[in-house]
Structure formats: structure tokens, C-alpha cells
């Protein structure tokens, strides 16, 4: 057995102290290609300063040895000292073997740095003295993928696909590279050939099925990322919507309110339950959950909105008045809130505020042709001829062909 297969089996087998001592009793009489093998050892256990040590004495024999400059390369890069790899690096000539290897090295510092240009101009570089080898295609793709330019990047990450590199999921980058420039059939494709169990990488998967109008796949997906990491919270509310729109809204409702359990703060849970709750017929649920979501956010106007046509459908006109109200008390700000104020009042026959309400609505929806003609047809049962004749010819400056108007118009004028 050799000097570093015992070191191996020491190391193997929890005896760290032992395994340094059998490498350090040989070093000095070793030969310079045992030294290198020391080196390789020390850096596989992470001991980086002995290796360091071993590298530059034998860089100091063996000046021009590019292997020992990229070993040491690693070690700096490990130790974030970025500019002693790329002087290293750049001391590589242009003549050397190493040569486009260092270049997709100096690249990777350059583009951890920042300097993305100068990163492209490197391997832009390499890719000329070699335009056919897949690792600076890879390298390029990894640019171009970090700076988000997703197009360029499934370019070149589809022309690494024939190599193996383990710590690249080449066909992960090339499935988010399609979804975000919205090819969501081409997207789906590489995720399928993934077997990440990463979390983020499932929703991405289980989203990329959803648009891409494979419920069956998205569910499968997001039910597996539920039971990787219960606490993904976005998973429940994704996973809910994909049953909803698969008509099974019995399971959907299920999952919002496990989701709920998960996150009892999230207020689009709440607001997802209230909703499905409405579709199966669970009157006093719906309005548990919806009330819920507007406790967690007074100014989350779906849930409001939501809440009011719940109220609506029960004639709870004082209800409405007061969510609204205390909506209001708490920052909440939207006309939509005061015209549905100036409805419920005038349903109650509280028609001053009503009256108060409607002007407030009227000073953000004075463009908004189904308010304005609701507006004039108050103003005239409270006998405000004049003032309705104005919001009805400032509703036909947008819809000039609605005739009924146009004619009650004509003889509110006559009279």
C-alpha cells in the first residue's frame, strides 16, 4: 500500500491526526511527483494551506507547469483571493495547452466580480481559437443565464448539452431559460429530465406543466413539493388553483385549507379558501375566510370586493356600510370602495350619503362609463335634473351610441 492510500484509509476511517502525520513523515524525502500527489491530497480533505505550501515550492522548480498554477488557482479561488488566481492565470501563455482553460477561469472571477464584460470578452476569446469545444459554450451560457438574457443562454446551453458537468444542471438552466422567455412545451420537456428534488426547481416544474395546460403533470409536481417541504406556502395556493381549474373544487378547497395550517398568516390562502368555500356552498365559511383575509390586509381590495358581494347576496347593507368604514379607518383608499358605500346608503335610503359618496367615487370614476350612468340615474330620482343632464352628456362623450341615453337626455332637456 502507498504512502497515500494508507493516508486515504486513515482518513477514511476518522483518523485525521494519524492520516497528516503519515503524509508530513514522508514529505521531505519524497519525490516531486510524490509532492504533487500530497498536494492533490491535502486539497480532496480540504487542508488547502498545506497543499498551497506544496504548490509553490514546486511552482518555484517548475515555473512554467500550468497544472500547478490551476491547482493553485483553485486554492485562491477557495480562499477568495481573486487576485492572485488571475495573476496566476494570466501568467498561462497563449501557447500553452491550459491556455483556454485558464481563460474560462479567468471568465468565471471576472463574472463573480461583476465585470460581465469583460467576462464575455474572455470567452468570446476562447470561443475563437475554439469554436466547437462545449465547455465555453457551457461557460458562455452561464453568463448569459446569470445576467438574464435567456435567449442567448439557451443558445449556448444547448450546445453543451453532450457533456457531463455535475455541478451544472445543464437541462434545469435550459428549462428555466425557456419559461422565462415563455416556451413553456420546450420548458417542460427539459424539466422532466430533471430529478431535482430542490423545492424551488419543483414549483418552477409543476408552474411550467400548469402553462403549459398540463394540470395532471402541475398537480403530480406540486403535490411531490408538499411532500418534500410542507412549508412551502405558494405550493398550497398553485396547487388549489390547478384542481379549481380541473373542476375539482372539493379537493382544491382541501388543499387551501392545509395551506392555511401551514401559514395561518398568508391572506391569499384565506382569501383562495373563501372563494372555493363559495363555489361548494359553504356560506358561513366563505365569510369566515374571506373576513379573515381582510383582517390580515384592511386594504386587500379582491377580499373586500369579494366580502361586499357576499353581503350584497344576504341584503346586509349596514355590514357593508361598516367594512367598508372601518376599510377606510385603516388606510384603505379606492373609489370602487366609495361607490359601493353611495349604494348601500341609497339602499337604506340614507340618500344624503349616498349623495356624498357618489360625488367622492365621481372625482376617480368620472371616466368610468357604468358609474357615471348609475351617477345620473341617482341624481335624477333625487330631483337633481340639472346636475344628472351633466354626468349623462359627459357619459356620452364615451359612448355617443347608447340611444336610450341619448334620447332620456333629449327630454330631461325639453322639460
Do not use: C
Amino acid at each position: 500500500m502507498t504512502v497515500l492510500e494508507e493516508a486515504n484509509k486513515l482518513m477514511e476511517m476518522d483518523q485525521v491526526d494519524q492520516a497528516i502525520d503519515h503524509i508530513s513523515s514522508h514529505l521531505e524525502h519524497a519525490t516531486d511527483d510524490e509532492r504533487f500527489g500530497f498536494a492533490e491530497f491535502y486539497m480532496n480533505w480540504g487542508f488547502l494551506l498545506e497543499a498551497e505550501d506544496i504548490l509553490l515550492h514546486l511552482l518555484k522548480q517548475y515555473p512554467d507547469e500550468s497544472e500547478l498554477k490551476l491547482l493553485l488557482t483553485d486554492i485562491y479561488i477557495e480562499q477568495q483571493m481573486d487576485e492572485k488566481a488571475i495573476d496566476l492565470l494570466n501568467s498561462i501563455p497563449s501557447d500553452d495547452e491550459a491556455y483556454l482553460q485558464a481563460l474560462v477561469a479567468l471568465a468565471d472571477l471576472y463574472q463573480s466580480q461583476g465585470l460581465f464584460e469583460v467576462a464575455e470578452q474572455k470567452l468570446q476569446f476562447a470561443k475563437e481559437i475554439s469554436p466547437t469545444e462545449p465547455i465555453i459554450d457551457l461557460a458562455l451560457g452561464e453568463l448569459y443565464y446569470s445576467l438574464g438574457d435567456f435567449k442567448r443562454a439557451i443558445t449556448f446551453y444547448e450546445k453543451s448539452l453532450k457533456i457531463e458537468a455535475p455541478d451544472i444542471p445543464i437541462h434545469e438552466r435550459l428549462a428555466e431559460s425557456y419559461l422565462n422567455v415563455g416556451e413553456f412545451e420546450l420548458a417542460l420537456n427539459f424539466y422532466e429530465k430533471t430529478n431535482s428534488k430542490n423545492p424551488d426547481t419543483l414549483f418552477k416544474y409543476g408552474f411550467t406543466a400548469f402553462e403549459a395546460d398540463r394540470n395532471d403533470i402541475a398537480i403530480n409536481v406540486w403535490n411531490e413539493l408538499i411532500e418534500e417541504d410542507p412549508y412551502y406556502h405558494t405550493a398550497y395556493i398553485q396547487l388549489a388553483k390547478a384542481y379549481e381549474e380541473d373542476e375539482r373544487i372539493q379537493e382544491a378547497y382541501e388543499t387551501a385549507l392545509k395551506g392555511i395550517k401551514m401559514d395561518e398568516f398568508n391572506k391569499e390562502l384565506y382569501f383562495l379558501a373563501g372563494s372555493l368555500a363559495h363555489q361548494v356552498g359553504l356560506e358561513e365559511e366563505t365569510e369566515k375566510y374571506m373576513r379573515e383575509a381582510v383582517n390580515l390586509d384592511a386594504d386587500y381590495k379582491e377580499a373586500v370586493l369579494f366580502l361586499i358581494e357576499i353581503l350584497k347576496e344576504k341584503d346586509r347593507q349596514d355590514d357593508i356600510i361598516e367594512l367598508i368604514k372601518v376599510v377606510k379607518e385603516t388606510g384603505g383608499e379606492d373609489p370602487l370602495y366609495d361607490w359601493e358605500l353611495a349604494r348601500a346608503y341609497n339602499e337604506i335610503e340614507s340618500y344624503n350619503d349616498a349623495l356624498n359618496h357618489y360625488q367622492e367615487a365621481y372625482n376617480s370614476l368620472q371616466h368610468d362609463n357604468d358609474f357615471l350612468k348609475e351617477f345620473g340615474y341617482f341624481l335624477m330620482e333625487e330631483g337633481r335634473t340639472g346636475e344628472a343632464i351633466k354626468i349623462f352628456t359627459a357619459y356620452l362623450q364615451d359612448d355617443p351610441q347608447d340611444d336610450e341615453i341619448v334620447d332620456y337626455v333629449n327630454r330631461l332637456r325639453q322639460m
